[in-house]
């Protein structure tokens, strides 16, 4: 079970990225072989998109792995490259709890609204924005707490 939280973003993503292939493959042969498309599953494809692709910026997060510019960052002294280290990580958090209020009160915004094609509220939908970036920012504190407790130097 352990591994499993751990690996939660590659497990999950993994796992819904194989059923949108499938739901997708499953489109193209209806469509094309039996020439009656499947009315629900562009709609699923795109639904499940969103949350694979937020699962996967989770999953950078969790390994340091976002974009940065380095050349003029690793010009500076250790100690200096240091502290904007920690400020850009203050401002990804600020980042993501603006994206979760927001995303929260569009998710409420969208709560009587129905997806047609998959008889579901269009909250499902923007409620990964909200409780993914929950999880964006809990990999967030949780690597820096633990590149602190180990005394990791900055990249």
Excluded: C
Excluded at 8 to 13: A, H, K, L, Q
Aim: overall charge positive; charged content about 20%; cysteine-free.
């Amino acid at each position: 079970m352990k591994k499993f939280f751990r690996n939660f973003e590659e497990i999950v993503g993994g796992s819904l990225f194989i059923v949108m292939l499938v739901v997708l493959v499953a489109q193209i042969f209806s469509r094309q072989v039996l020439d009656s498309p499947i009315t629900w599953s562009e709609q699923l494809a795109r639904f499940i998109f969103v949350y694979v692709a937020y699962l996967a910026v989770a999953s950078e997060i969790k390994h340091d792995g976002h974009v940065r510019i380095e050349y003029f960052y690793d010009k500076f002294p250790e100690k200096v490259r240091t502290v904007m280290y920690y400020i850009f990580q203050v401002m990804i958090a600020a980042v993501l709890l603006l994206i979760i209020y927001v995303g929260y009160e569009m998710s409420m915004r969208k709560l009587p609204v129905e997806i047609v094609s998959l008889r579901i509220s269009y909250v499902y939908l923007y409620m990964a924005s909200p409780v993914l970036s929950i999880l964006m920012l809990y990999r967030l504190i949780e690597r820096n707490i633990k590149e602190i407790r180990q005394k990791k130097v900055v990249k």
